[in-house]
C-alpha cells in the first residue's frame, strides 16, 4: 500500500499535536493563577472530541476493512496496550493530575519539591504521549482527514498537561525558561512515538494492517478518555461545565467530518 505521500502529513500533524504543550507552558507564563475551571472544560473537550472519533470513526472504517470481529479485538488490544503503560505511572504522578496548581504560589518556597513535581510530571506525560502519537501519525497515514481531528483533539488537552508541567517548575526556578524547556521535552516524546511506530510498522504496511493501527489507536484514545480526561475534569465539581465540555468536542468533531 503505498502511503509515502502521507508520511510527511502525518508526521508534521503529530509534532503539532505534541508541542502544544509548549503552549501551555506559555499560557502559564501570563496567568498567575491558572484556573481549574478552564482546564476542566478543556479536558472535557477534549475527551468528547476523542471518544466521539473513535466509536463513529476509526473503529467503524477498520470494522469495514478487517471485519468486525477483527476490528474490536485489535480495539480492545488498544485499551490494554495503554492499560499497561498507565500502570507504570505512579498515580501520584498521573500526568492528568492537575492539584496544586491554582495554590501553587502558596507552596513555592519549598522549590525541591515543586521541582520533583514538575519534572516527574513530564516524565509521565512523556510516557502516555508516546502511544498518543502512534494514534495520531496512523489515523493521518491512513486518512490525512482524520490525523487532522485527531491531532486537534489530542493538542486540547496537551495545553493543561504543559501548564501541569511548567507552573511547579516555574514557581521552583524562578525561570520560564526551564518551564518551558520539560514542557517542550514532555510534548516531544509525541513525534517520537510516530517515529517509533513508523518504523516498526513501514515494512508490513498493508490495508490491513493499517486499518488494524485505527482499531488500536480508537481503544487507546477511548481509555485515555474515560480512565483520566473525564475523571480529572469531574473531580473539581464542574459537572455541568464538563458535559458542556464533552457535548460541544462531539459536535464539533461530528460537524468536522460532515464538513471535510
Excluded: C, Q, W
Excluded at 25 to 42: C, G, M
Excluded at 69 to 74: K, M, R
Excluded at 129 to 146: C, I, K, Q, Y
Amino acid at each position: 500500500m503505498d502511503t509515502s505521500g502521507n508520511v510527511a502529513v502525518a508526521l508534521a500533524l503529530t509534532l503539532l499535536a505534541g508541542l502544544s504543550t509548549g503552549i501551555g507552558s506559555t499560557i502559564a507564563y501570563f496567568i498567575r493563577r491558572p484556573k481549574i475551571v478552564y482546564l476542566a472544560f478543556s479536558l472535557g473537550l477534549s475527551a468528547g472530541a476523542m471518544v466521539y472519533v473513535s466509536l463513529v470513526e476509526l473503529l467503524p472504517k477498520a470494522s469495514d476493512i478487517v471485519g468486525h470481529a477483527t476490528g474490536v479485538l485489535v480495539f480492545f488490544m488498544g485499551i490494554l496496550f495503554i492499560g499497561i503503560v498507565d500502570l507504570l505511572v505512579p498515580e501520584v504522578e498521573n500526568p492528568h493530575h492537575y492539584e496544586g496548581i491554582e495554590d501553587a504560589t502558596a507552596s513555592h518556597h519549598d522549590e525541591r519539591r515543586l521541582m520533583r513535581a514538575g519534572v516527574m510530571t513530564a516524565v509521565a506525560i512523556g510516557i502516555h504521549n508516546l502511544p498518543e502519537g502512534l494514534a495520531t501519525f496512523a489515523s493521518a497515514l491512513s486518512d490525512v482527514r482524520l490525523g487532522i481531528l485527531i491531532a486537534v483533539a489530542i493538542a486540547i488537552h496537551n495545553i493543561p498537561e504543559g501548564i501541569a508541567v511548567s507552573v511547579p517548575i516555574f514557581y521552583a526556578t524562578s525561570s520560564r525558561n526551564k518551564a518551558f524547556f520539560y514542557s517542550f521535552l514532555s510534548g516531544i516524546s509525541e513525534p517520537i512515538g510516530a517515529l517509533l511506530g513508523f518504523l516498526v510498522l513501514s515494512p508490513f504496511l498493508t490495508p490491513a494492517i493499517l486499518a488494524g493501527t485505527l482499531a488500536f489507536a480508537a481503544g487507546i484514545m477511548i481509555y485515555i478518555s474515560l480512565d483520566e480526561l473525564l475523571p480529572t475534569a469531574h473531580r473539581y465539581g464542574h459537572g455541568h461545565l464538563v458535559i458542556s465540555g464533552v457535548v460541544l468536542g462531539m459536535l464539533m468533531m461530528a460537524v468536522s467530518l460532515l464538513l471535510l
